[in-house]
């Protein structure tokens, strides 16, 4: 059964950084795109990095300059690189898998067909 599962997320303070991490099963690493998303209580899931097959990276305009998306296709994981963190990156973050639709390092939510189930990020002023 393909799955991914991510670790890494916690409480810190405002300017604090963190690593989140997502173990992939073999067959949905890496296939078009994977990305990273959060949603906050009440809110829609929106996308903040991905990354794309040929390693091209795509940000959302909110985390650009303080978070790095990066993979490590040896160990099927992928990685968000969290610094300079504020009160509204407060979220549950969720790693994703897009397997069908190829060409660039999307930021849509409907694109991803493999989720994982969340690691919760808070961030106190």
């Known amino acids: 059964q393909e799955q991914l599962v991510e670790s890494g997320g916690g409480s810190v303070q405002s300017g604090g950084s963190l690593r989140l991490s997502c173990a992939a099963s073999?067959?949905?690493?890496?296939?078009?795109?994977m990305g990273w998303f959060r949603q906050a209580p009440g809110k829609e899931r929106l996308g903040v990095a991905a990354i794309d097959s040929d390693g091209s990276t795509n940000y959302a305009d909110s985390v650009k300059g303080r978070f790095t998306i990066s993979r490590d296709n040896a160990k099927n994981t992928l990685y968000l690189q969290m610094n300079s963190l504020k009160p509204e990156d407060t979220a549950m973050y969720y790693c994703a898998s897009n397997t069908y639709y190829s060409g660039g390092a999307y930021l849509a939510t409907p694109l991803y067909n493999y989720w994982g189930q969340g690691t919760q990020v808070t961030v106190s002023s």
């Open positions: 073999e067959r949905i690493f890496n296939m078009y795109s």
